[in-house]
Structure formats: C-alpha cells, structure tokens
C-alpha cells in the first residue's frame, strides 16, 4: 500500500476494525467477513483486491484510498445517512451480525439492488437522464473531485460517453488534464484508452501531448491489461510496455499437443471474430481473478476457524447480463485443472497478440475458409440444444491427454459462442437481440477494458494510412480485416440506436465511413470485375447516405420536426447495406484469389 491503514479506519459495511479488503469500484474498504459477500456477487458488482497480498498499481490504489477518505460509502448509504431511516427500521449491518443472512441480505441491497443510492426525480426521458448526468461527468473529471464523478458514474453516467459539441470523451479530458486518479477511477468503470476523438487522438495522444507522461504510460498498460494479467498468472512478470514489448507468451514446462485435435482447436479459435475472441478472453480473464482472489483468500485467512462453504466461491457468480449458456460456460471453467487452463490461456495469449499485431493466419485457405464462416455467421456445426454449456467437460481421470482434453475445451466454446451469435443470411439481416447488444457494451459497466487490435497502442485500426490502390484484388486477409473494423463500428451503431442514444449516431456513423473508405482504397480504381464494381458502389454509397441521416439528428434544423424512428429506422437499413456489400467484397475476393 502507498500508506499505512489508520487504526480509525474500518470496513464500509459493518464497521468492523482493521478492513485488508478493497472494493476498487465501490471505493471502499472491507473485512474479510464483508468480502466473501461481494466476492460472490461477481465482479460486475464489486471487483475486490487485498490491500496488502495483491499487486496494485500504486495510482490506482491511490484512488481506491481517496475515495474511501473522502467518503465515498455515503453514495452506497445515502438514504441510511437520513435520521428517518433508524425509525423506519432500517440500518446497516454491524461487525457482531452473522455473515448468513444478516450481512449478505444488506451488502446485496446496498451493492446489487443500489437500495440506499439517491435517487433522481423520474422523468419522461430516462435517456435524457443519463445524457445529461454523462455531460456533468465529461466536465467533472478536469478537476480532482473523485467522489463526485463517483456519485455520477453510481447514477448512470456513461464512462465512454462521446460528447457531440466537444467531440471527445471523459476519459480524453481527464488526461489532457493530467488527472490519473480520475483516469483510473474512469477507468475502473470501462472507459477505453483507445477511443478517439472527433480527429482521430486517443487519450493517450492527449497525455502526451499535455506531458503527462506517467499518466500516458498508465494509460498503455490499461490498454493491456487484459493480456497482462493473463501473462502474469501464468509467469509472473509482465511486459515491458515503455520499451514497445506488449505481450509476454509463457511456455508449458513439457511440450505442447501437437495432435490433429489441438491443431484443429488452434485454427477455431483464430477463426473467431474479433467480438467473439474479446468473449472468450474476458470470461478467462474472470476466472484467473477468481482463482488469484482464491488463493489469497485461503492464505490470509484465520485457519484456527472453520472456513464454512458459504465463504467459498467455487466458480464465477452468474452476470445476468449474459445468457445461461455462456454463464454455465464461465462457470465449467473452474474444473479445467492447472495444466488445461494454462494451456487454454496459452493459447489466448499468443492469438491475442496475433490479432494485435495483424499477422495473417498460416496454412492460408483452410483458415481463410474458417475466418469466413464467423463473418458471415454461416457456420458449419454440429447440431446441439441451446442450452448446453459453452464448454466441453473436462477430461476424467483415465484420460491422459490432457492438452488435447483443453484445446477441445475452448473449440467447443468457440463454436458455441458462433452459434449463439449466428444468423441466417449475413451479419445484419435480422436486429440484433437484448443478449447480443448487452454483452458488446459489458466493458462500459465495469469490467476489464477490451483488448485493442493495432500494431503501436495508439488506437483502433482506424488511424492506419489507406492502402495504395493495386492493379489486382487485395488479399483475401487484408478485405477480413477491414471487414471486422466495419463490423465493429456497426455493432456501436446499432447498440446506440438499440438504446435510443441519438446523440451517438454521428460519431459512430464518423468511423464507419473512415473504415469503409480505408477498406475501398484497397481494390483498384477501376476493378475489371462488374461483381466488385457494384459492391464496392454499394458500400460507398450507404456510408455517405449513412452519415446523411445521422445528421438529422442534429438539433436546431431548419424544417418540420425530426421522426426520429423513421431516421433510426433508415440509419438500420443503412448498416445493413454496408455489412451486405462487405461481406460481398471477402468473398468475390476470396474466390478470386483461390482461382
């Protein structure tokens, strides 16, 4: 800790003495009583980190403790601060209640069912709410006032919010103010690192600029954190982001499978779609915290007293905000032992740093076959009931390949997650559901960042120059990736118009036609094929038409009142014509190229 605990410092929610917990989203301290209660909650509800046991980021604890000095629990217990609340009968927990149900039944309420939060005055226009709450974030986090961006964030603030008039994020504004602890708090509630602004800077471009170099190096690291938490479970070192190293691979002490099974295991596992690897990755990325959390959890703990099975979490709580089958997937995690979990986020590390750095798959047309398949949502698998879990079994005692038991472990989730993805004739034939929007926006309510996939950490796809026009089609590998780049800005677009966040269509419709002109710089100005001709026609045009309509959204316009369902209703059709015309050009492009 940057600190020592004060004696008078105690747990946010019993008051009892000597907490040696953190809540690092809740900004509070907590003993180890409270905390197998929020441990079990999962951490989309409170992410808990030992205060002296486990590895912190010095600015990161350093926010964590000036939150919880300047009382950040009144956000959890507003309501419990009013005099009324005593006569009413309601009131906290204290440190002699029992863990079962006393404790439990009030950390629940105050954490999950945010029941003592101050409440705003209802209005017409929830969306409105939150725009403006979002608005007073944006302007908050110049200043070193943490627990008012706190209280924001507890209300419904967006950490990504893109502001329209300034054409930035909260995230943006706090760098170029040099205010870390707010990045780090921002950060803590999903806000990207990597996003750009209305010019194409990240916040790291701001940090820099503004000579706020630790806190553009911090911003680099949260970039990675996924990757490297999963490298330091495994090794226990990190990489070295200052001197351009962002991956660490670690290697099995013994050889790895190299059977037909853990090959066929490696090529699934590439063939995933960007969002559907980033599902994956994240679900491991849980279960390394819980096993880590675990562990520190059983060495710090009293052995003298009986450690009840209700203080153990044996697997990752249920996220409600994804389906049963992927949260029973998370949830068979647990029963990969050492070695097949290991090998799986081996495998995860070195694809992820595959994808980072853009290097086209090996063994060219097979993959390029499977890559094809998780674009167009036509995949070719085996017929099984929706409800099975994610994961496959893990191996039995008498089976000894336990490698190949692994690799078959996450083949099987990756096709289960293509499947629930899927679709029957394109990416954007039908709207997309609750389940599919929920889980692409999971990072904005607190969960690890996404991980990012360009060669130099600065920021998405978007900031590389054009490619030069070639007299022949572009490979089959370059077209994939522009496609996944439109994909992604689609699935934005569509969450925006899913939500009603209007305000966000121009910015998301910004980036679209950035990738969709970067994508069309690769074909040659005057393709011989009429195929190529037309689609390239049809995805240029419907970005420009795309943009046309976000821009209707734009308040003050001359002329009779904005149908904002009519707008949103063309903007939809719009995206579907760009993901139609894209997936047309992979694969004229991929025939092509295999003739």
Known sequence: MSKRLRSSEVCADCSGPDPSWASVNRGTFICDECCSVHRSLGRHISQVRHLKHTPWPPTLLQMVETLYNNGANSIWEHSL?????????????????KVHPNKAEFIKAKYQMLAFVHR????????????????????????????????????????????????????????KAGQILQAELLAVYGADPGTQDSSGKTPVDYARQGGHHELAERL????????????????????????????????????????????AAKKKLQSLSNHLFEELAMDVYDEVDRRETDAVWLATQNHSTLVTETTVVPFLPVNPEYSSTRNQGRQKLARFNAHEFATLVI????????????????????????????????????????????????????????????????????????????????????????????????SRKGRQRSMVWHSDGSGPDTTEPPAAPSPVLPSTEDVIRKTEQITKNIQ???????????????????????????????????????MVRTSLRLLTSSAYRLQSECKKTLPGDPGPPTDIQLVTQQVIQCAYDIAKAAKQLVTITTKENNN
Do not use: W
């Not at 005099?83 to 204290?94: D, H």
């Not at 209300?155 to 054409?167: M, S, Y």
């Not at 969450?495 to 040659?524: G, W």
């Open 492 to 530: 934005e677009l569509l969450r925006a118009a899913q939500e009603n966040k209007h305000d966000s269509y121009i910015p998301c419709s910004e980036r679209i036609h950035v990738a969709v002109t970067e994508m069309a710089a690769l074909f040659p100005k005057k393709p011989k094929s009429d």
């Open 81 to 97: 601060l009013d005099p009324a609340s005593i006569l009413s009968g309601r009131r906290k927990a204290n440190p002699q209640d």
């Open 220 to 263: 680099v690291e949260i970039q990675y954190e996924l990757t490297d938490r999963l490298a330091f479970y495994l090794c226990g070192r990190k990489p070295d982001h200052k001197n351009g190293q962002h991956f660490i691979i670690p290697q099995m002490a013994d050889s790895l499978d190299l059977s037909e099974l853990a090959k």
């Open 347 to 442: 495998d995860i590390l070195s694809d992820a740093k595959r994808r980072q750095q853009g290097s086209p798959l090996s063994g060219s047309k097979d993959n390029v076959e499977l890559i094809l398949k998780t674009i167009s949502n036509q995949h070719s698998i085996e017929s099984q009931d929706n409800d099975q879990p994610d994961y496959d079994s893990v191996a039995s005692d008498e089976e000894t390949d336990l490698e190949a038991t692994a690799s078959k472990a996450h083949r099987q989730k990756a096709s289960r997650l293509e499947k629930q993805n899927s679709t029957p004739e394109s990416d954007y034939d039908n709207t997309p559901n609750d389940r599919d929007l929920d889980d692409m926006g999971s």
């Open 120 to 175: 705003l005055p209802c209005r017409d226009d929830d969306s409105v709410t939150a725009k403006d709450l979002s608005k007073q974030l944006h302007s908050s986090v110049r200043t070193g006032n943490l627990e008012t961006c706190l209280r924001l964030l507890s209300l419904g603030a967006q950490a990504n919010f893109f502001h329209p008039e300034k054409g930035n994020t909260p995230l943006h504004v706090a760098s």
